[in-house]
Structure formats: C-alpha cells, structure tokens
C-alpha cells in the first residue's frame, strides 16, 4: 500500500550540512502525517521532524533551528535539510507516514557526522 525509500545521508564533518530525500508511493494524501525519524547507535527511535495536516511542523527540541522539513505533495516527496550537523547527528534516518493509525517506514539512511 505504501512505499518510502531514503536518499541523500552520508559522511560529513562536523558543522556540515546534508539534505536526505523520501520518494513515497502509494495511497498517501496530504493530510496523512509525513517525516522523518532517526536511531541513533544504542537508542530507541525518536522523531526528528513531521509535518502535519494544514502543513504543520513539529521539530525535537535537538533540531529546532538548524533542520527544516519540506513536504511537496505533488511530487509525493518529504526533504529534510540538516544543517550545523553534530557527531550527536549520528543516527540511522528514516521516513515515516502514518495513514489510518497505521505507521510505514523507509529502509533507512545512514548520517554519520565525524568531529
């Protein structure tokens, strides 16, 4: 039914900025929530940045100012631009849709930020 693939994550240097890149497929519409999450080595899976229906934003408190999330639902794609990049960045990034109380995941991209 739904189908998210990740592009974009890589290895940068500390203070860098990456841009990673979701691709759905499917039944998904513009009032099903979409973002991105990320599991740090050791850690649970915590959310980084979503956007709501009537294009809200939630951010964790760790992002707020240096990601931004973009959603266009034309191109059925979810961006997240990431700037001022930590080694605490360090995560396993997915994307998420939540459609009927029914969460979908990407794969997953790996962000590794050396100091």
């Known amino acids: 039914q739904v189908q998210l693939v990740e592009s974009g994550g890589g290895l940068v240097q500390s203070g860098g900025s990456l841009r990673l890149f979701c691709a759905a497929s499917g039944s998904i519409f513009s009032i099903n929530p979409m973002g991105w999450y990320r599991q740090p080595p050791g850690k649970q899976r915590e959310l980084v940045a979503v956007?709501?229906?009537?294009?809200?934003?939630n951010y964790a408190d760790s992002v707020k100012g240096r990601f931004t999330i973009s959603r266009d639902n034309a191109k059925r794609t979810v961006d997240l631009q990431m700037n001022s990049l930590t080694p605490d960045d360090t995560a396993v990034y997915y994307c998420?849709?939540?459609?009927?109380?029914?969460?979908?995941w990407g794969k997953g991209t790996q962000v590794t930020v050396s100091s």
């Open positions: 998420n849709v939540n459609r009927f109380g029914q969460d979908y």
């Open positions: 956007v709501l229906s009537g294009d809200r934003t």
